[in-house]
């Protein structure tokens, strides 16, 4: 069921996105978070999708979100009211 759900959830990431990964700031809208909570869980390790760190130093490195990540991330995540 999970893998249905997560295979859905690529697909239409694919879709809007028509690219491999996302960026903070996209990421932070898919989950509905602002991105300064999205860095702060990179930071510690927590509460966002896989990512890889492209670039160096404090002005080139960025953080980026395989879209698979995303979208396993948002299979098994619980939305809470």
């Known amino acids: 069921m999970a893998q249905d759900t ?3 959830i690529l697909d239409d990431l694919k879709e809007k996105y028509k690219k491999q990964a996302l960026t903070v700031n996209e990421v932070a809208e898919e989950l509905g978070v ?5 860095h702060h869980g990179v930071k510690n ?3 966002v999708p ?4 492209v670039g160096i130093g404090l002005r080139r490195k960025k953080y980026v979100f395989p879209l698979n990540e995303v979208a396993r991330f948002l299979s098994n ?5």
């Open 6 to 8: 997560q295979k859905v």
């Open 50 to 53: 896989a990512f890889k760190q």
């Open 34 to 38: 602002s991105h300064a909570t999205i």
């Open 45 to 47: 390790g927590t509460g």
């Open 77 to 81: 995540t619980q939305t809470m009211y």
